[in-house]
T-cell receptor, first 115, second 113 residues
Framework: DAGVIQSPRHEVTEMGQEVTLRCKPI?????LFWYRQTMMRGLELLIY????????DSGMPEDRFSAKMPNASFSTLKIQPSEPRDSAVYFC?????????????FGPGTRLTVL | DQQVKQNSPSLSVQEGRISILNCDYT??????FLWYKKYPAEGPTFLIS?????DKNEDGRFTVFLNKSAKHLSLHIVPSQPGDSAVYFC????????????FGTGTRLTIIP
């Protein structure tokens, strides 16, 4: 059974460019989470969805960040315009249901570098 | 403001010995704690958890201890094996059933053969 799929695995872009990260959750999972990992702050929850509806986006750092989940099998995290301080590893995770904190399955991450 | 702190960025332990990873938290409302393990180029995977109503939870070679008065938890791995070399993240949540995990910055554990 395929796990959470993220693409691209690596992204290098220049400051000011738009970046789109993609995620396919595990089939049948109803909740989807976007995290960002940095050395200084560890893993931070950016936003999560339940049944394709955004529930809490209080972790989104700025208006430059936006996320969508148009259907149960796909989500995007967009940064426009990107800045060097956005460089980090971005993880997507899914779980069967809300509240299942010990069964959040993470994807392999997208390493973003903004020059 | 880091509510979950892992003050040791790295730790090296001889194979077969005990590995102890530490985590401190500041938010007294946290009532459920988790440890995740992360290998390079992979996402974190859930390892073990503990509720605030307990002070110890054991799963095979892994034991988590919780000291609520000190706002401290630790993960013990015994005996340590080379496959345990990874980054370990401590996480906490207010009200189990809430989705908002707060993670620490991680500790890189290296097991020396």
């Amino acid at each position: 059974d395929a796990g959470v799929i993220q693409s691209p695995r690596h992204e290098v872009t220049e400051m000011g460019q738009e970046v789109t990260l993609r995620c396919k959750p595990i089939s049948g999972h109803n909740s989807l989470f976007w995290y960002r990992q940095t050395m200084m702050r560890g893993l931070e929850l950016l936003i999560y969805f339940n049944n394709n509806v955004p529930i809490d986006d209080s972790g989104m750092p700025e208006d430059r960040f936006s996320a969508k989940m148009p259907n149960a099998s796909f989500s995007t995290l967009k940064i426009q315009p990107s800045e060097p301080r956005d460089s980090a590893v971005y993880f997507c995770a899914s779980s069967l249901r809300l509240g299942a904190v010990d069964t959040q399955y993470f994807g392999p991450g997208t390493r973003l570098t903004v020059l | 403001d880091q509510q979950v702190k892992q003050n040791s960025p790295s730790l090296s332990v001889q194979e077969g010995r005990i590995s102890i990873l530490n985590c401190d938290y500041t938010n007294s409302m946290f009532d459920y704690f988790l440890w995740y393990k992360k290998y390079p180029a992979e996402g974190p995977t859930f390892l073990i958890s503990i509720s605030s109503i307990k002070d110890k939870n054991e799963d095979g070679r892994f034991t988590v201890f919780l000291n609520k008065s000190a706002k401290h938890l630790s993960l013990h791995i015994v005996p340590s094996q080379p496959g345990d070399s990874a980054v370990y993240f401590c996480a906490a949540v207010v009200n189990f059933g809430n989705e908002k995990l707060t993670f620490g910055t991680g500790t890189r554990l290296t097991i020396i053969p």
